[in-house]
């Protein structure tokens, strides 16, 4: 049987959420690879968006949409079937892919929960409303996430970082595009 793909567009909301990693088993499952520790967005989705890999044999070219009939956590990893890949060689077409999701088809989070990728770009102030930069990306450290910042020290970029913790994180304002912290600008 053979991969069949449908051409479509990518949303406007669409985030990167992982990359198809094999083939997983005889019967078309695939291996994801999350790039988040908590895979929520693959197993609320049931429409991802497939990029080709930007190396390697590609099976197709420009954005497709890939239904997704079940996906679950295995291991490290997610495994994932689609009625779109039959069996195995056609998931073994998939390697590489890059898999994006509508933004809008995110879980909605708890309160004082937070996807990452919301948090990127949002500006960072402390109590005193000095600004100290701008979010940059998040690492995960283990027991706490940890914010990094781009800001300008003596006119050279540099970064800071600051835990991601209630013990240092005042608020997260979505709507402004803003988290206020208690953190001083030398630390």
């Known amino acids: 049987m053979a991969l069949e793909l449908e051409a479509a567009e990518l949303p406007a909301d669409a985030i990167e959420v992982g990359r198809i990693l094999d083939a997983w088993g005889i019967k078309g499952w695939f291996k994801v690879l999350p790039y988040s520790a908590s895979p929520e967005a693959l197993f609320s989705s049931r429409r991802w968006f497939l990029l080709p890999s930007e190396r390697g044999a590609k099976t197709f070219t420009g954005p497709v949409k890939l239904a997704i009939q079940e996906a679950k956590e295995h291991s490290d990893s997610v495994v994932a ?85 209630a013990s240092y994180v005042d608020e997260v304002d979505l709507k402004a595009r803003r988290i206020r912290v208690d953190w001083q600008p030398d630390y």
């Open 81 to 165: 079937t689609s009625p779109q890949v039959p069996d195995r060689d056609s998931a073994e077409a998939l390697r590489g892919a890059r898999i994006f999701v509508a933004r809008s088809s995110f879980p909605t989070p708890d309160a004082d929960e937070y996807y990452w990728v919301d948090l990127i770009g949002l500006d960072v102030v402390n109590r005193e409303e000095v600004p100290l930069g701008t979010v940059q990306e998040l690492l995960s450290t283990g027991p706490q996430t940890v914010l990094v910042i781009a800001h300008e020290q003596d006119g050279k970029p540099a970064e800071r970082m600051i835990p991601f913790v």
